[in-house]
């Protein structure tokens, strides 16, 4: 089993643009990532780029980069307004942004760069990357409902599947954190990257589209592959251990990625993003007894290995009960209900990450799981989950309210000189 | 010329505490950082620890860490708001706060973990940095004016050098980024245990002391030794350049500690850390020219030499003027109004961060540079300095505003047996 072409790890610079690698010493530029990670250029004290910061992905392929890409350390989000009710104004900016993402994705620089251009006009790209490598950037984008309003022409091919995703128990909704006409997921090893990618993308934007809020992620909360150890997330758990993988291709497919036949033909290869800011009432969590943590999870807090035995990966059994005659997994913990089997066997590709963004006005910590979500159809995956999640699920219910939400149908793969969202235009 | 004792790197894991380290591989836990660096234990395509995040360093010394330690990637800082009245109360936390930054800082988890514990008692530990390395983490503690007012019988220990900062032209302040009784830096390589580091000593604070602000940086602004290159801040310049480095120790000992002879005796060998949350009006930056750029810095955007000509580190020369007479550094440029020679001399050690905390109601972006600067005496080293610089550096004028404002007595070495700042109590 092996990554789809679109996620293989590309170790020569991209032939397009002036790379910001130029800037790194000659010897990490003129050999590939695998060849770096053996060539003792590690030396401690002296400042170094990673194997991690070193990767890079390609912008186009059969599927949108960032999906089932291996998940990144680091997250910028960003939701947009449309600020216009031209169609060629959306086209236009799709196109910008496709040329802009391509570049950024392989460590180049925007336009004539941060230097390179007229010294009497300002510069086509911020600066703030420069000299830092790619750094597994990628950048995806989706598109939300207000992009099929009566604006652009659009309404009658919104895709079935792209709700207005109903109220669940235990929402808090912050306007400030809900919905987006547009979205940019920019996931990087270095968080600096990410952060300018975004306000680069958002600079392009200006006129047409602007920022409706952002997220800033710091650590991930799930892994995409098979290679990658299980993060913690802010309850001190493992996130993610049963996560979809890319290396279950069968699932992927069945799961993730839209099919010509799902309605909307022009989704084709695309997928659909589930984003919500949760809050963890960590105050509120710090002070349960392990026991009550444990519980409401489903798993041990250290390993993280189902109540009913085994290690991190053995299959939780939910029959098994304890000298009490109860299972030894609580029917109302997240393991249970979260499970496929509780669930008609739906699953869904995580891609999430841990938040904080300060204290509120009660001195409380404003932190979580900002959760994204790939999901081939989420009526059938999120909606029904959610609404069991928040209305039984004892960690959902006890320790957790969703303060931001919104929906983007993600299209597909960007084949040579198309821009994203293509098939929906034309 | 060497670091001070108190900030080498220590290769080897803390006696103290369950080490976290104990989850890595078996391999990166038993070598030294450097032996690592070589052994190819950097293979690409698998998860694995850098140099930077095996890096960890001593609680204990001469000074507090995170000073003149070599300055990490990543910053959660917090400042907190006294809730007692009881001088008891606040030696204990400060006991309390000594014990558990030393462990963290070792690798370790807090008290009997965060599965150690009683299984009915919420852990000690919150967990969420469990399996990842020490990551350099640095923990700083610094006292504001508040410690000093008439709640604890302090006031007549406060240091002359810890002023109630005047007001500066520029300053747009909110109360949510002002002050605070006490403060911790959170210094590492990696944003996850950083944030756990704060969010812990947090806890344990809990009824002696609640967060007033916290800040979260992504990338560090300057460099604090000679062997780390000059990053960017998010006006796409090199910042830093002419920052004290930890190998000036002549300089380091002029500038940023403080000697038993300034005043307060019990402030020896600490600092004083001023903390400016410095917005940048990035909409008008991107869309200023180049040229206009380079000249509100007086440095060029690509190489950060100065605009007199030369390389980076090259000495800029005011006096030398173009072809129209007038000084290629212009007078009003930062590098003119920021250089000793326009401050009688005098320097600071800065340790800032950029930051973004998304966009503002306007749909702007808020972000900027969270300004940390440890001095001997704020009073001629910074307040001159900012107030020339707010009322007639262009970059500041036109392009910052400053929305939070601090200033921290940080106190000195801690030694064996000792707690931070015991000096003031004892």
Redesign the interface.
């Known amino acids: 089993m092996t990554l789809p072409d679109a996620d293989e790890?590309q170790a020569t610079p991209s032939p397009k643009g002036p790379s910001r690698r130029a800037v790194l010493g000659a010897s990490a530029a003129a050999v590939g990532?695998?060849a770096?990670?053996?060539a003792?250029g590690?030396?401690?004290?002296?400042?170094?780029s990673?194997?991690?910061t070193l990767?890079s992905y390609d912008f186009r392929g059969p599927h949108q980069s960032g999906i089932v890409t291996p998940q990144q350390d680091?997250l910028?989000f960003a939701a947009y307004d449309l600020t216009t009710s031209s169609r060629e104004d959306v086209i236009a900016l799709l196109k910008a942004w496709t040329e802009a993402a391509e570049r950024l994705m392989a460590g180049g620089e925007l336009g004539s760069g941060?230097?390179g251009?007229?010294?009497?006009?300002?510069?086509d790209?911020?600066?703030?990357?420069?000299?830092l490598a790619a750094s597994g950037l990628t950048i995806t984008f989706g598109f939300g409902p207000g992009l099929f309003d009566d604006r652009f022409g659009l309404a009658s091919k919104r895709p079935e599947q792209l709700i207005d995703l109903p109220h669940f128990s235990g929402d808090v909704l912050d306007d400030a954190f809900v919905g987006g006409d547009l979205c940019i997921q920019a996931c990087a090893d270095?968080?600096?990257v990410a952060?300018h990618a975004i306000?680069n993308l958002?600079?392009i934007a200006f006129g047409t589209a602007?920022?409706?809020?952002?997220?800033?992620g710091?650590?991930r909360t799930s892994s995409t592959t098979q290679?990658?150890?299980t993060p913690?997330?802010?309850?001190?758990?493992k996130d993610g251990t049963r996560n979809l993988r890319a290396e279950q291709t069968a699932d992927i497919d069945r799961f993730v990625w839209a099919d010509a036949g799902d309605g909307a033909a022009w989704m084709a290869t695309g997928s659909y993003l589930v984003a919500r800011r949760i809050r963890i009432r960590?105050e509120i969590w710090?002070?349960?007894?392990?026991?009550e943590?444990e519980n409401s999870i489903g798993r041990?807090?250290?390993s993280g290995s189902p109540l009913s035995g085994g290690g991190e990966f053995t299959e939780p059994d939910f029959t098994r009960a304890g000298g009490d005659g109860t299972p030894l997994i609580p029917v109302d913990s997240h393991v249970a209900l979260s499970h496929p089997d509780a669930n008609d066997g739906m699953a869904m590709l995580r891609r999430g990450y841990?938040f904080?963004?300060?204290?509120d006005s009660l001195?409380r910590?404003d932190?979580g799981l900002f959760f994204l979500a790939y999901v081939r159809d989420p009526r059938t995956q999120f909606v029904p989950v959610q609404e069991r999640l928040s209305k039984s699920d004892r960690m959902t219910v006890e320790y957790l309210h969703t303060t931001g939400s919104a929906l983007f149908a993600v299209p597909g793969g960007i084949g040579p000189g198309e821009y994203v969202g293509q098939a929906l235009f034309e």
Chains 1, 2 share one sequence.
């Open positions: 790890p990532v695998a770096v990670a053996g003792g590690f030396a401690f004290g002296r400042e170094t990673s194997s991690l990767r680091r910028h941060a230097t251009g007229s010294y009497v006009a300002p510069p790209d911020t600066g703030e990357a420069l000299g270095d968080p600096q952060v306000r958002s600079r602007a920022i409706r809020w952002t997220q800033l710091f650590g290679a990658q150890t913690r997330n802010l309850m001190g758990f960590a710090d002070r349960t007894s392990l026991q943590q041990t807090k250290g841990n904080t963004d300060g204290a001195g910590l932190a």
